[in-house]
């Protein structure tokens, strides 16, 4: 998937013959962008926002992404198909491993090298923005006629920060339940019924533990990701409050929610000592009965062929409805040269992709559009469906610049929680403390 | 960093006829610019990023942003704050590096040492082993991060399943305490160790065999002339593979990253994952450029203090 970065060019060579040539020179050129290379103003909006088609001379997008797993070949044919209908315009692909693209997206975009699309979490939208990574982007919102009906408002809202918007949503991937048909029957559930609430969730694990299957794995380093928030969405709780101000770490519905799942594993409902992603290993395994994940697994499972699984919207094991989720968005990454023939194909590249989200839903994700989900093929997508009935009331990290720096906090907390080196209580509200300290600094960074 | 020079300096002027056939003779700049390819790259990327990142840890710096206020000492100061924000997770990880530089540094030094003493024996396949031996070294750490993962997992991980052959119960290697630590010493020996085994072959093998000779006529034994041989031979070789596993194992990072995640808790977090964390995810980097420059001068002095330990006595 990765094809050249803007960095493979520069040779070893090639950097010794320059450096044997221009040595003061090309030293402080080579070194002091970082502080020289401000992200220039906006590109130009180009009026229309990608609705009327680029006929320009032809340029090549630089299309920066994350998706390395089974999304990316899906993504490719999607650029290979707006190619072919845009011949003018050329798109390369470079796939970086998420962790490393959002360090590597604001490097290369404050020395000029960075690419002209992108495709961002919401989570790490409004830290993007306030950094002057992503441009506006209002104008293509409204030559696409997007407006919040034609979106669940959670998603619309999310690509915002401080009234202006920097992403355009592709879609939306909730948490779900995937249940093991195979390990139930064993355990003498009906395999096509997948548990709604507490009670019927409770009574699976009963079930597996009396025919001595460890049900649900919960990981100590894993948990602290999707599985334990949905729980305290479900509770009415939250990571950070919507204004960025304060962690919820320490309220009541985390700590029910942690000490929940500590009771699992005392229980022996899961093992102790899972690895970070044993609920996965062990569900393909045919050990575990059930685990939460995101819909990008229904692409890896659906290609083993000895697992029997079925994917269902989370139960209930709180007060409410709830469920973790995050988003794709596009981007536009600034320009410090902005050059208005790529701004204009790169709008109508987003333009365009954002109209064919349907086939996106083969990647396993919910198409962020009312419309593509109301589209008769979308109804024949399979598991995708059952993903889809999160989107009103799943949860996004709210739109905070900064905001994922107080996971490092509610991760160490929640691990040494789950792994029983203290009470739950106490060490999520130490964290809460700290997180509340880490969110003060950040207002004050971005304000 | 020798500089080869081609002929004596400056020499008296000469016919040009009589300097047919001869080296030519260079100019005043010609040292320079054998030198220049070495100091441009050096500049490049050893001393002007240190200038500079010294620079940046006066600031309270994200370099994406417009506003980089000078703050002065702040970042440094804030390392000795209690109260401040980076105090506590920079104090663990400098808690947790020491751990490991003292958990891992007399492995490293002493096992490679015995494998070196065994390898400079005289016995067949002694190359093969040399090679296996060295082998792991060249792997890069996110090869060795994702095997180690696989054979450590606590449930389905390979060294579990052989210990359970012998009725083991299952070691949590990466989520509890003290297995995380033996899990990552024990990773980093097996990557590692090829390297200071083959410094130690090379300083073994410049031993003068007539020393041994003179011993063995003079009745000394083995030990004896391991202890005043062996020993001292390799007493500058020592200083290197001290000092260089000291800063190896103060800068560990991809082997906690990747295996432990820092965990269980946040009890395998090193000094360098906590920059990470402050300068490349938080993209706080006055601080990190800080916390960077304490790790640095603590590490200098520590090597200051191992080459004086280490030094010839006078007897």
């Known amino acids: ?447 | 960093m020798a500089v080869p020079t081609l002929a004596p300096a400056a020499p008296p002027p000469t016919p040009v006829a009589a300097r047919k056939g001869r080296l030519r003779h260079h100019a005043w700049f010609t040292p320079y610019l054998l030198v220049a390819p070495f100091l441009v790259l050096l500049c490049m990327f050893v001393l002007w990023p240190a200038v500079y990142g010294f620079f940046i840890s006066l600031h309270d710096w994200d370099y994406a942003l417009d506003y980089k206020p000078f703050v002065g000492g702040q970042n440094y100061a804030n390392l000795f704050d209690p109260d401040s924000l980076v105090f506590e997770n920079f104090w663990n990880g400098m808690k947790n590096t020491l751990i490991f530089v003292v958990a891992s540094v007399p492995f490293l030094v002493l096992v490679p040492l015995l494998v070196a003493l065994l390898l400079n024996r005289k016995f067949v396949g002694r190359t093969f082993f040399r090679a296996m031996i060295f082998a792991p070294y060249v792997l890069g750490i996110a090869v060795i991060g994702v095997l180690f993962r696989y054979l450590l997992d606590t449930q389905f991980g390979v060294i579990n399943a052989f210990l359970g052959i012998f009725g083991i119960p299952a070691v949590p290697w990466t989520q509890s305490q003290p297995w995380a630590w033996i899990a990552l010493v024990a990773m980093t020996l097996w990557w590692t160790m090829g390297f200071n085994t083959i410094i130690y072959l090379a300083g073994l093998q410049s031993l003068p065999a007539e020393q041994y000779e003179a011993a063995e006529l003079d009745g000394a034994g083995k030990w004896a002339s391991f202890r005043y041989i062996t020993l001292p031979g390799l007493r500058m070789v020592l200083i290197f593979i001290v000092t260089t596993t000291i800063l190896a194992s103060a800068n560990m990072f991809g082997q906690a990253y990747l295996v432990t995640g820092g965990g269980p808790g946040d009890s395998t977090r090193t000094a360098i994952m906590v920059m990470t964390e402050e300068g490349l995810r938080r993209f706080q980097m006055g601080s990190a450029s800080a916390m960077s420059y304490f790790l640095a001068v603590l590490l200098a002095i520590i090597a200051v203090i191992n080459f004086w330990i280490m030094r010839e006595r006078d007897s």
């Not at chain 1, 939306?172 to 009906?190: C, I």
């Not at chain 1, 996106?360 to 589209?375: C, F, H, L, N, Y």
Request: net charge neutral; aromatic share 8%.
């Open chain 1, 1 to 447: 998937m990765i094809t050249t970065t803007p960095r493979a060019t520069l040779t070893r060579r090639g950097l010794l013959g320059a450096g044997a040539g221009l040595a003061a020179g090309l030293g402080l050129a080579a070194c002091s962008p970082g502080s020289a290379g401000k992200p220039g103003q906006a590109a130009p909006a180009t009026g229309d926002g990608g609705a009327a088609g680029y006929d320009g001379p032809a340029v090549t997008l630089a299309f920066w992404h994350g998706l390395t797993g089974g999304d990316g070949p899906i993504m490719k044919k999607l650029c290979d198909k707006f190619t072919q209908e845009h011949p003018n315009v050329k798109i390369t692909t470079t796939a970086i491993p998420w962790a490393d693209y959002y360090q590597k997206l604001p490097a290369a975009v404050s020395n000029g090298k960075g690419p002209d699309v992108g495709i961002m979490h919401v989570d790490n939208l409004a830290t993007n923005a306030a950094r002057n990574v992503v441009q506006p982007l209002d104008d293509v919102a409204k030559a696409l006629g997007l407006t919040e009906d034609d979106f669940s408002p959670v998603v619309w809202q999310a690509g915002v920060y401080k009234d202006v918007r920097y992403g355009i949503p592709l879609d939306m991937h909730p948490a779900g339940l995937y249940w093991n048909k195979t390990v139930f029957e064993k355990a003498g559930v009906d395999p096509e019924t997948p548990p709604t609430d507490l009670d019927s969730f409770m009574d699976v694990l009963d079930k597996a533990k009396s025919k001595n299957i460890q049900g649900f794995w919960v990981s100590p380093a894993g948990a602290s990701w999707l599985l334990s928030q949905s729980i305290v969405f479900q509770n009415g709780g939250f990571l950070a409050d919507p204004a960025g101000d304060r962690a919820g770490f320490g309220d009541e519905p985390a700590v029910k929610a942690i000490t929940w799942l500590k009771s699992l594993i005392d229980q022996g409902y899961s093992p102790k000592n899972v690895a970070g992603d044993g609920d996965s290993t062990a569900f393909q395994n045919d050990k575990a009965a059930m685990m939460f994940n995101g819909p990008w697994m229904t692409t890896p499972l659906g290609e083993n062929s000895k697992l029997k699984w079925g994917a269902a919207e989370l139960p209930v094991l709180g007060a409410n409805k709830g469920a973790w989720a995050n988003s794709h968005q596009f981007v536009l990454a600034r320009q410090i040269k902005p050059d208005e023939n790529k701004a204009t194909a790169s709008r109508v590249f987003v333009n365009w992709i954002s109209q064919q989200s349907l086939s996106w839903a083969d990647a396993g994700m919910v198409p962020a559009r009312k419309s593509v989900r109301e589209q008769p093929e979308f109804q024949k997508k399979g598991y995708v469906l059952e993903f889809a009935k999160a989107l009103d009331y799943a949860t996004l990290t709210p739109p905070v610049p900064g905001v994922g720096d107080i996971n490092t906090e509610w991760n160490t907390a929640v691990n040494n929680a789950l792994l029983g080196k203290g009470d739950p209580a106490t060490l999520l509200k130490e964290a809460a403390g700290k997180a509340d300290k880490i969110l003060a600094a950040n207002k004050k960074k971005y304000a």
